[in-house]
Nanobody, 124 residues
Framework: HVQLVESGGGSVQPGGSLRLSCAASGYTYRNCMGWFRQAPGKEREGVAVINSDGSTEYADSVKGRFTISQDNTKNTLFLQMNSLKPEDTAMYYC????????????????????WGQGTQVTVS
């Protein structure tokens, strides 16, 4: 039984920073973990993904501002978000799947079978 629990969301002014965390359990092998977000009235979109070998992919909208990482045991996923903008306001979710991720994986939310409950990020 896979469990993903996000934390670290909150309210911040434009230009500020937040660090999201996602604690994973109940899964012995996770080739790819990722962060996705969904704003009210919009579809869920990929933000960043990281493979077990450390390779990463980012959405163009966050490249250079956000950094995805994982700890050495690969049980916790992070998203460092800098230079936040109002358009970054959304519910942020972590997800995982056994298959390796490529850039196109950011567009394939349905290919991720395991999701957390989300953490809200508000930039205003």
């Amino acid at each position: 039984h896979v469990q993903l629990v996000e934390s670290g969301g909150g309210s911040v002014q434009p230009g500020g920073s937040l660090r999201l965390s996602c604690a994973a359990s109940g899964y012995t092998y996770r080739n790819c973990m990722g962060w996705f977000r969904q704003a009210p009235g919009k579809e869920r979109e990929g933000v960043a993904v990281i493979n077990s070998d450390g390779s990463t992919e980012y959405a163009d909208s966050v490249k250079g501002r956000f950094t995805i990482s994982q700890d050495n045991t690969k049980n916790t996923l992070f998203l460092q978000m800098n230079s936040l903008k109002p358009e970054d306001t959304a519910m942020y979710y972590c997800a995982t799947r056994s298959a390796r991720c490529i850039r196109a994986s950011l567009l394939r939310t349905t290919s991720f079978p395991y999701w957390g409950q989300g953490t809200q990020v508000t930039v205003s």
